[in-house]
Nanobody
């Protein structure tokens, strides 16, 4: 399976962006998808949001609660991250990832990057103050 992110860019604080991640495999529809982010200062990828195969449940990190929303369109094999009220501290390389550990349609969401088996190449988001 291949994941391709898009939608990143350079914006001002307070602006919005919508990231997209499109999968090549039809199995996209059966697995939890997530967004993580990474900065040069941190080695570990930080959990941002995740959504189960059918959209329920969803989880978001406390740091982006009430600002970011994750959604998916299984017909388009795409997961989205709507980011509003962006802050300079949201600047990072954003990755989408797929969790296939436990098999299809489990509805389990992990916040650990180690549990995700397939990753995209990342899309850069830079928020200027």
């Amino acid at each position: 399976a291949q994941l391709v992110e898009s939608g990143g860019g350079l914006v001002l604080a307070g602006d919005s962006l919508r990231l997209s991640c499109t999968a090549s495999a039809d199995t996209f529809t059966s697995y939890t998808m997530a967004w993580f982010r990474q900065t040069p200062e941190k080695k570990e990828r930080e959990f941002v949001a995740a959504i189960s195969w059918n959209g329920v449940p969803r989880r978001v990190a406390d740091s982006v609660q009430d600002r970011f929303v994750i959604s998916r369109d299984n017909a388009k094999k795409t997961v989205y991250l709507q980011m509003d009220k962006l802050r300079p501290e949201d600047t990072a390389l954003y990755f989408c990832a797929q969790d296939t550990r436990l098999g299809p349609r489990t509805g389990i969401i992990s916040r650990s990057a180690n549990d995700y088996t397939t990753w995209g190449q990342g899309t850069q988001v830079t928020v200027s103050s």
